[in-house]
Every structure is written in C-alpha cells, then in structure tokens.
C-alpha cells in the first residue's frame, strides 16, 4: 500500500494500471497512478475540473 500525498491517507488502487486516475477514499484528490512496482501515485491534474478560478 502507499500513501495519499495529500492526506497520508492509506490508498489501494481498483486498478493497477500505469495512469490509471482513481479518487483517494479519504479526501477525494484525484491520484494518477505512476509505477506499479513499487506502486507509487502522484496527484492528478486537474485539468476538467471546475474550480471556480
Ligand atoms: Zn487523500
């Protein structure tokens, strides 16, 4: 397992999939999964999300 680095949350993907965008179930942060071996995330962009900016 590895962490959210938003919220250090503990967070197991759907899918491991290289890419592969899944919500944190803890805060909600979109995580792009970067390497599946170690498995690693990143925070997603947020490029279709509507923030109000
Ligand atoms: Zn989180």
Do not use: R, Y
Not at 8 to 37: K, M, Q, S, Y
């Amino acid at each position: 397992m590895t962490q959210c680095p938003t919220c250090d949350a503990g967070v197991t993907p759907n899918a491991l999939i290289v890419g592969e965008i899944f919500a944190c179930p803890d805060c909600g942060t979109e995580l792009e999964v970067l390497g599946t071996a170690p498995f690693s995330v990143q925070c997603a962009p947020k490029e279709a999300e509507d923030w109000g900016e």
